[in-house]
């Protein structure tokens, strides 16, 4: 098998552009890393724009809804993207359970995770409770353990990044998940999560500890799940030969991509590093790489 080919050259970029209509975009790790714009990802999207490319952004971070985070690329410049443009890990949560489950009116979601999942939830107007609740952000009490028992009304535990997950908030999910009808799911289940040029705990590392005490475990709606390239290929219905999935994470932006039967690009501004892929153990091989997203404009001027 031949390995990645890493693009370094103008006439590498002109030839790799020509294969793709599409781009199916990562976002921590690819076009920024926490709030700070990656080199070049600007002038780069908007060379694909000129040259009548289209553009998807796909993440895995559950923390921002859509609507949030057209908020964020316009702060960091990027004032084009539409919320159209954006597929995150909460849309599709909620569309699983809108589509596919057919949620009942009359039940709730216990939300482990950040208003980006309230937001997607209430998008499809479905009920939820838990999430950014300010009275679950403490620790335990005495009187807690008679209080939390299992509530009917609940249909389903949903986890995602939650940057205020606590002992409190995983009890009362466990309760639930005790409960066999009760859905477990989470939005992803990435392992880290990368921002500031470091690895911190990443949304699989929230619902572990509930994985581990129920002895289930969640069906993920991220990537690399089918069920979330289901969504995107319905939404936006590319010709994946045409389509290219730009990933910093091999487990799961290139694995997606490859699974989706589209063409993969990976870059070493995140989770995983050059040795990663050049590994002859490595299980996931993207077919083309690069050092940096900025690296397609750059090389090109
Ligand atoms: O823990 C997480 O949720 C992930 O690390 C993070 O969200 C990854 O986001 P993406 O790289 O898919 O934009
Ligand atoms: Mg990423």
Redesign the pocket.
Known sequence: MTGPVKITSKAEVEEFLSKYDNFLF????VIWQGDVLLPHVKETLSLLREKGKKLIFV????TKSRKAYTKKFSKLGLDEVTPEEIFGSAYSAAVYLKKVVKFPADKKVLVLGESGIEEELASEGIQFVGGTDPSLRRDIGPEDYDAIVPDPSIGCVLSG?DLHINYLKLSIALINLQVPETLFLAT?I?S???THGKLFP??GTMCAPLVLASKRQPISLG?PSKAMMDCVKAKFEFDPVRTCMVG??LD?DIRFGQEGGLGTLFVLT?VNKESDILDENADVVPQQYMTKLGDIFELLH
Do not use: I, V
């Not at 990562?26 to 790790?29: E, L, R, S, T």
């Open positions: 990562d976002c921590d790790g993440t895995n971070n559950s990044l992803n990435d880290t999560y990368p990443g949304a990537k910093d994470r799961t995140g």
